[in-house]
């Protein structure tokens, strides 16, 4: 774990309805900061878990100002062997966000998953004993996949994504199916991300963007789309 990821930074997230993902880059490079992309673009998949009634799920939803989210995560393909996951929290004080992750050893995702297995994954994995005692009281709830872009703003102050081709999955603690996907591909997502220290200059950016701020998580949206 990295000392990056222990620092907190603030996050801004706007949803896009209504314009191509051409139109948004668009306006994203012709914003007043000159944001231009940086590194390429890749798929990113995710396991959440939760406690049985559903504690994370349910303190997005209310907006409470602290609150911690636990998802594995990895990149490329969703199906078949995982290479490079990791174990990601997303801790949430208000604007302020900071990700502290682990490394986990390489899975296989397919119909087979199960909290069973995924518990044996944190047993394997190099987790400190309080971590471990936490994974071991959550179960997965959600699978979501999409396909990221990364941009940066050219005083290199300003990092910029954008996320689109959102897919759900509905996962169980056994006996899982992932052939049926609920698709939200035509939403665009944008988050700014910044240090502490360059807040007071983050309104002139968002508000030169025609786009609206958003609280809701792909998580909250993701549960929503899979109940039924």
């Not at 944190?122 to 997965?140: G, N, Q, S, V």
């Not at 002139?204 to 025609?210: Q, V």
Request: proline share 3%.
């Amino acid at each position: 774990m990295s000392n990056k990821q222990l620092l907190s930074r603030y996050e801004r997230k706007f949803s896009v309805p209504g314009l191509s993902v051409y139109d948004v880059e668009r306006i994203i490079k012709t914003n007043l900061l000159c944001f231009r992309e940086v590194f390429y673009p890749r798929y990113i998949n995710n396991i959440y878990l939760d406690t049985f009634d559903r504690k994370s799920w349910h303190e997005n939803v209310v907006g409470d100002t602290h609150r911690i989210k636990a998802r594995i995560r990895w990149y490329g393909e969703l199906l078949g062997q995982v290479e490079s996951p990791y174990l990601e929290f997303k801790v949430k004080d208000g604007l302020l966000g900071r990700k502290p992750s682990y490394t986990l050893p390489n899975f296989i995702f397919d119909s087979s998953i199960s909290k069973t297995i995924l518990h044996e994954l944190f047993h394997t994995a190099d987790l400190k004993e309080e971590i471990l005692h936490h994974m071991l009281r959550l179960e997965p709830t959600l699978v979501n996949r999409y396909k990221r872009k990364y941009f940066l703003s050219q005083n290199k102050k300003f990092r910029l994504t954008v996320d689109t081709e959102l897919s759900y999955y509905k996962i169980n603690t056994s006996y899982n199916n992932f052939n049926r996907a609920y698709n939200d591909k035509d939403k665009v997502i944008i988050e700014i991300k910044y240090d502490k220290e360059d807040d007071d200059n983050v309104d002139e950016i968002s508000n030169s963007f025609p786009f609206r701020l958003t609280k809701k998580s792909k998580y909250v949206s993701g549960i929503y789309s899979t109940v039924y």
